[in-house]
């Protein structure tokens, strides 16, 4: 499948910041966290295993990336108020965190240090973004 990408890892302070807010969740058989086009929910923190990031371009399932520990899943869509752009999905024996919208939003306006924070992650995606090759 792939390796894994760093894009989407935060750094520890942040993960331990808002692990400590989240509660962690049971997938259920299906193990799809979020589809592409779905209204956000909340920030998704992977704390153990791994993650399918896929697209749907062109009526195809194309991989974007593969994700590990310590990944943000689901940030664009809850600070933007639009529709998550991606899929997601548990890989066997992974573990995660769901932080609320709400709650999320509410920690970027009132602890700084967590919106710089969590500002250095989106830069990496966005990067990681650019440098997908259009064939993918």
């Known amino acids: 499948?792939?390796?894994?990408?760093?894009?989407?890892?935060?750094?520890?302070?942040l993960i331990e910041a808002?692990?400590?807010?989240?509660?962690?969740?049971?997938?259920g058989p299906n193990r799809i966290?979020?589809?592409?086009?779905d209204a956000p929910i909340g920030?998704?923190?992977l704390t153990k295993?791994?993650?399918?990031?896929t697209r749907h371009s062109k009526g195809k399932e194309v991989l974007a990336a593969r994700v590990g520990a310590g990944s943000l899943?689901?940030?664009?869509?809850?600070?933007?108020?639009k529709p998550y752009s991606?899929?997601?999905e548990a890989m066997k024996s992974a573990e995660f965190c769901l932080l609320p919208g709400e709650y999320f939003i509410h920690l970027m306006h009132t602890e700084p240090t967590l919106s710089f924070r969590l500002l250095q992650v989106l830069s990496?995606?966005?990067?990681?973004?650019?440098?997908?090759s259009p064939h993918r």
């Open 43 to 45: 920030v998704f923190i």
């Open 73 to 81: 899943l689901g940030v664009p869509a809850v600070i933007g108020a």
């Open 18 to 27: 808002l692990q400590q807010r989240s509660r962690p969740i049971d997938l």
């Open 1 to 13: 499948m792939g390796k894994v990408s760093t894009a989407f890892v935060a750094d520890r302070e």
């Open 124 to 132: 990496a995606e966005v990067r990681f973004a650019r440098e997908v």
């Open 86 to 88: 991606l899929t997601a």
């Open 49 to 53: 295993g791994t993650a399918k990031l």
């Open 33 to 37: 966290l979020f589809r592409q086009g």
